[in-house]
């Protein structure tokens, strides 16, 4: 079983910050590839970010790349989305993922998902 939980999503400005948690309760999280997806109401789900399980390799959905950055921290069992130069069309439910023990950190690859967070980028 996997549990994800997200947090840190909220209200900002349009060209402001945001960093958010995701706090996961997986046996193997240090073997464990984890990703960001968002979807608006109505439309499909896009991939954001996604890091390996080593941490030693990142891919961004280039609506993102160069504004955010994906981390995680093995010792708290937590990955972190840092959102900058936030614009409108940021606005999403932010999914935090994950994909199984070694996986590779392509979007098809992650499996589990968690309930969300609320990010709204306000012009």
């Known amino acids: 079983q996997v549990l994800l939980v997200e947090s840190g999503g909220g209200l900002v400005q349009a060209g402001g910050s945001l960093r958010l948690s995701c706090a996961a309760s997986?046996?193997?999280?240090?073997?464990?590839?984890m990703g960001w997806f968002r979807q608006d109401p109505g439309k499909e789900r896009e991939f954001v970010a996604a890091?390996?399980?080593?941490?030693?390799?990142?891919s961004y959905g280039d609506s993102v790349k160069g504004r955010f950055t994906i981390s995680r921290d093995n010792a708290k069992n937590t990955v972190y989305l840092q959102m900058n130069s936030l614009k409108p069309e940021d606005t999403a439910v932010y999914y935090c993922?994950?994909?199984?023990?070694?996986?590779?950190?392509?979007?098809?690859?992650?499996?589990?998902w968690g309930q969300g967070t609320q990010v709204t980028v306000s012009s």
């Open positions: 993922a994950a994909g199984r023990p070694f996986g590779s950190i392509t979007p098809p690859d992650f499996t589990s």
């Open positions: 890091i390996s399980w080593s941490g030693r390799s990142t």
């Open positions: 997986i046996r193997t999280f240090s073997n464990t590839p």
